[in-house]
C-alpha cells in the first residue's frame, strides 16, 4: 500500500553557491566553489541512477559505455565529495553549518532542513530525477494482519494522511487526503515538481543481474 | 764519482722502487677489492630487488590465502543464480576485498575469476576503469590456469593502465556439500587474482653508480618476460640468452651488442630469472679511480720525497761536507781565520765545530808564529815590517770609511843621551816603559773610537831606535790628532823610574793626516817624519803637523836630490879656498877646500843645503872623493908652483868616515898627487866623532899613523866637552865662529881663553874661525890661538885668487 511518494534533488545554501543549481552535472561535475562542499548519498542504486541523469541517459540504463561513463564521471568526481553520508535532517546538518553547499536529498528531507535555514534552496534538477514511492507490505506470514490493516486504514483516513504529509513535507498518494491539504502544500514545487520535471523523471526498474553487478562494482569502487 | 751524484743514484732508486711497489701491489689490490667491491654492491641491490619482489608476492599470497578462505567468498562461489550474487553477495564481497585493499594498498587490484576467464568480481584501489571482463585470454589467467595447484606469479602489462604488473593468483577448488557427493573432487569454481606493482625490479634500472647497467626479467629460457617497447629502460631486445646459457649468481662476461659486460643473474621463481648486465668497464670504473688515484699519490709521492730527500740530504749532509772541505783548502792556503758556520747539532755539526776549535787553534799559532817575526821584542810592539801593513790596512779602512787616518810619529828628545850615559840595559828598559805608558795613555775614554781599542796594539809599532808611530785610524778631524799627541807628551812629562834613576824623556810628535797631507802610504811616513823633526826643530818636547811649507822644503829637498845625482855624475863641482893664517906671522899656512856647486837650473847652491842630503842618500861618498883627489890636485899644483909649505884642510862627513876603506882611498890620493901625510889635515865635526863608532876612531887612529892630523871643526857648537877631547884622536881644534863673532858677551873671551889653554895644555893646535875683524885677530892672537880664519883675510875663493892671497901674505908678512 502506498504511503508516500517524492522525488530526489539537491538542496544547496544560495548564500554560499555563486550560480543557482538547476542541473545534475552542476553537483556531479562541481564549479570551484563547490569542490570539496558536497554531499552525497551512500546508495549505488541512487549514485549510479542519478550520474546517468546528469549524462542525459536513462535512469535504468544497461548499456556498456554509459555505465563506463558514469564510473569515470563518479570517479572523477569522489576528490570534491565532502561526505557520502545522507544528509542529517536537525540543525547540525552539514547544509546548515556551511560545510556542505549543495547536497543530493529527498524531497520532504529537504524541506525539514530547510526549516533551520533560510538561504537553503532544494531543487529537482531539469534534467529529471527519480521519483519514488514509498509503500507499507504487510507479510505473507504475518501473525496479526487485521491489526495491521487496522493501523493501515487509520493511517489512510484523510485527516490523518494529510497531517502526516503536511508533518513530512511528502506528497500523498491519498487523494482524499490531499484534497484537505492547504494551497500552500500542494502548490509548493518541492513537493509536486513540474509537469515537465516529471515527464523527464523515472522509476527504478528491474535490470539484468549482469547490469546490477557492473552498478554494484562501480560504486564499490567510490564507497568502499 | 761525486758525492753527489753518488747519493742521488742511490736515493731515487731507493725510494722509488719500493714506492712503486708498494704501488703496484695496492693498485692490484685495491683495483680487485674495489671490483668485488662493485659487485656485492650490486648483488646487494639486486639481491634487495629480488627480496622486495619475494616480499610482495609472499604478501599478496598471504591475502588470498586469507581470502580464499572467507566463508561468504565459498558461499558466494557456491550460489549459481547471478541475480543472487550480485543483487546480495557482490557488495559484501566487494566490500571484504576493499578491506584488504585498505590493508596493503600496494595491491591496487583484487579480482575473483571465474573458470571460464569472467571477472566475477574486481576491487581496486587506483580508481582504475575495467577494460575488459573476459580474462580468458589474460597472460595471468593463462598462466594461472596452466599451473591451478600452486600458479605461478606472472609479470606482465596490466591492460587496464598499461604498466608492468605482477600478478599472484590463486585457484579456488569447492566442493557444493549441496548438490554434490562428499566424495566427489572439488571442482575449480573460482581464480582470485591480486593486481600489483611490480616495484623496482621491472623498471630495468640500476641506482647510482651503476646507472649504466640495468637489470631484466626474464623466464627460464631467457625471453624478457615484460614485452618489447614496455620495459621502460631497458631494450631487451638487445639481449637474447640462449636457454641454460646463464648461470646463477655468479659473474660473468658476456658480449652486449658489441660492449663487454659482465652478467649476473638470480633465480627468483621456477620460470623467472633476474639478469643484472652491466657494461665491464663501468664495474671497473671506480677500481681504475682508486688504482689511479694509488699510483697519482705514490708519483707524487716520489715527485716530493725524492726531491724533498735530495734536497734535505744536500743541505744536511752535502753542503756541510762541502764547506768544511772548502774551509779545510783554506786552512791549507793559511788564509784568514777560517770558521765553518755551524749546522745543527748532528754528527756534522760537531765535525764542524771541532775544525772550528782546530782552525782557530791553528790560526791563533800561526798568528803567533807570524807575530814573532814582526813584533819588537824588546816593547811587543808591531815592528817596521808589521807597521807597513798595518798601515796599508789602516789606509784601506780609512778609505772605505771616508775617515781621516792620522800618523803620529814619535821620537824620544833624550834617549841618545840615556843611551850613552846610562848604558843600553837602561835604554832597552826605557823604551820597553815608553812603550807601556804610550800603549796606557791613549787607552783612555776620550779616545777612543780614535784608536781601536779591539787591536790596540795594532796601531803602536817601534820603527827601531827610539822611534814609535801611533795610527789613528777614525779621525774626524785633525783636531783629534792633536788630542791624542797632547796626551802622550803630558804622559812624557813624568819622569820614568828606573833602577832608581828619575829618567825625563820627552818626546817630538810628528802628525801627518791622510789624505789631506798624503796620498799613500810612503808619503804618510814621511810626511809624519819631516813634521817630527819640525817638531824637534822647533824646541822639542812637542808636537808638529805636517805643513805645507815643510812640505815645501821637502820638495825643494827632493829637486836638490834628483839635481846633485846630476851634480856628482858630472863633476860639476868648484873648491874654493879659505887661507887659514899664522896668527904670529900673518902668512898662510894652509887652505881648508869647501865644496861649492852652481847647478844650471837651481844656480849656486850652499853647502849647507845640500850636503847633508848627500850625507843621509850617500852621494857624499863620491862627492868626498872628489873633493879629496881635487884638493890633493890643487895642492900638488900650488906645490910645483913652489908653494910647498902649504897644507890642504879638507873636510870629511861621518858617513865617509865610518867607511872601512877610506884610509886607504885617501891613501891613493895622496899617493896619486905625490903628496904626504903631512901635506893634509882633514877635518871633522864635533858630532862626527862623538856619534863615531869604532870604525870612525879606528881610521882617525890609521890617519894618524899616516901623519895626517886631525881637526875638529866647529867646536863650541856641541857638547864642547874639553874632557873627551884628551881621548879623542885630534890634532888641531877649530874654535866654531860664534865664540869670536859674539866675544863682547858675556864671559865668552875668558871661555875662549880657557878653551885654547886647556887645548894647548893638550896638545891640540888651535884654529880660530870666523875672525872678522882687526879686535878679533888681536884678541885671539894674545890668547895664544895657533892660527887664524876668517873674512879679515879672505872669503873662501877660487884656487888662483887663494893663491894670490898667499903672495900677498907672504907680502904683509914681509912688511911686518
Redesign the interface.
Known sequence: MPYFWGTVGIIYRSDLVKEPITHWHQLFNPAPDLQGHIGMVADGQDLVGLGLKSLGYSLNSENKHELNAVERLLIAQQPHVKSYQYLVLDQRSGVVTGDLRASIAYSGDALMVQEHHDDLVYVVPEEGTNIWVDYFALGAKAQTPELAKKFLNFINEPEVAAQMAEYVYYATPNQAAEALLPDDFKNNQAIYPPKEVISKSEFFAPITARAMKRRNAISAQILY | MKLHTKITLMVIPLIALPLLAVGVLAYLGLWQKSEQQSQIQVENHVANLADDFNNRIRDARLILESLANDSLLKEYLLTED??D???LM??PM??N???YQSANPDLYEIRLLLPDGFE?????SR?L??RHEDESQSGFFIAATNQLDNPEPFIGINPDNNQPALFVSKAIFLRNNVTESFNSQPRLRGILSITQQTGRIADGQLPPPWEAGRVMLTDRLGAAVIPKGEQSAAPASTVHFEPGSFTTATWHQISVAGTQSVHFALQLSNNLYLHTLLPAARIQESARQIGALVLYVIGLALLIAVPLLLFLLHHQILKPIGLLSHALNNLGKRQNRVQVTQVGNDEIGELCRSFNRMSIDLFESNERIRNLAFIDSLTGLPNRVLFRRNLERAIANSQREQKLLGLLFLDLDNFKHVNDTMGHPVGDRLLSNVAERLMQNTRASDLMGRIDIDDLSANFSRLGGDEFTVLLPHLENSLQAAQVAERIIGAFSQPVTIDKHQIYVGCSIGIAIMPDDANGAEELITNADVAMYQAKKSGKNRYHFFSQSIGEQNKERAKIEQRLHHAVEACNFTLYYQPIVDSLSHRVSSYEALIRWSDERLGPVAPDRFIHIAEENGLIVPIGAWVMNEACRQLKEWHEQGHTQLRMGINLSVVQLCRPDIVQEISNDLLKHGLTGRDIYIELTETAIIQGENQVLENLQKLRTMAIEVALDDFGTGYSSLSYLKNLPIDILKIDRSFISALGEDNNCIILSAIITMAHALGLKVIAEGVETDTDLMFVTKEGCDMVQGFLFSRPVPADKAIALQDASSAISKCI
Request: charged share 35%; no cysteine.
Open positions: 547471478e541475480e550474487r550480485y543483487a557482490q557488495r566487494l566490500r576485498m576493499a578491506g566475477e568480481l574486481r576491487m581496486t580508481a576503469v575495467n
